[in-house]
Nanobody, 124 residues
Framework: QVQLVESGGGLVQAGDSLRLSCAVS??????MGWFRQAPGKEREYLAS????????YYANSVKGRFTISRDNAKNTVYLQMNSLKPEDTAVYYC???????????????????WGQGTQVTVSS
């Protein structure tokens, strides 16, 4: 069983940067993903990274602004978010999976483990 705990959310202004962290505990090697859910909208895929950290995928909506990374020595996965916009306001979730299916990493069903989420609010 793996447990995920997100942190680093908060209230920022448009144009600011923020780095989210996801602490991973439990046995096993997991590929990780970040998702977000804005009020009244469906959960949206953002990015994913392999266990090794060598391969990453991004949604087109955040490519070039967001960067996913991990430090396995610290059991932590990060999401660096730059040039934040009001439309980035959402609850951000990290998720874990043992499956790596290129082209399918944006599917929520691939991830059996989820954190509780951290709120990010971007003011204009």
């Amino acid at each position: 069983q793996v447990q995920l705990v997100e942190s680093g959310g908060g209230l920022v202004q448009a144009g600011d940067s923020l780095r989210l962290s996801c602490a991973v505990s439990g046995r096993g090697n997991y590929h990780m993903g970040w998702f977000r859910q804005a009020p009244g909208k469906e959960r949206e895929y953002l990015a994913s990274i392999t266990w090794s950290g060598y391969t990453t995928y991004y949604a087109n909506s955040v490519k070039g602004r967001f960067t996913i990374s991990r430090d396995n020595a610290k059991n932590t996965v990060y999401l660096q978010m730059n040039s934040l916009k009001p439309e980035d306001t959402a609850v951000y979730y990290c998720a874990a999976t043992t499956l790596w299916n290129p082209g399918q990493m944006g599917q929520e069903e691939l991830y059996p483990y989820w954190g509780q989420g951290t709120q990010v609010t971007v003011s204009s």
